[in-house]
């Protein structure tokens, strides 16, 4: 887990408490991790590979907007919003590797072991705030 920068806070001791609550998986290029629209209930933290992020643009068509990969995540909204609607869908580009922590077990992980649930919500804030970031850039690119 060292190689993926939203858990590089946790401190070692916690790293295998932390790896209890992750769900190991390999997907094929083409599957969908998230669907524009659905109820998000889940993160996603790329350990190889890439995905692309695909948003429903006005004639219905899904477009690109732009690619994640190795030590990325995608979906943080979904454990910190209470109404995780996904805002993009998220598609396999690569064979890949994925770590999925659940809603439900971030809730446990914050009921059981507030420490890391704590880090987790700093490190969240954090690559949002640079998100927003790095649109506000492309934005005013564009004005």
Do not use: H, W
Request: aromatic share 4%.
């Amino acid at each position: 887990m060292c190689e993926i920068p939203m858990f590089d806070q946790i401190r070692p001791d916690d790293v295998t408490v932390m790896a209890s609550y992750l769900e190991y998986r390999k997907v094929t290029p083409g599957t969908v991790l998230a669907a524009e629209g659905q109820t998000g209930d889940s993160v996603f933290f790329i350990v190889s590979g890439k995905i692309e992020i695909k948003k429903e643009g006005m004639d219905g068509k899904l477009a690109s907007m732009g690619f994640r990969g190795k030590g990325t995540s995608v979906g943080e909204i979904s454990l910190v919003s209470d109404n995780p609607i996904r805002i993009a869908t998220v598609v396999a580009k690569d064979p890949s590797e994925i770590l999925v922590l659940s809603r439900v077990n971030f809730e446990k992980i914050e009921a059981k072991n507030p420490s890391i649930a704590i880090r987790i919500l700093k490190n969240i804030a954090s690559t949002l705030s640079q998100r927003v970031g790095q649109l506000s850039g492309k934005l005013a690119d564009l004005a």
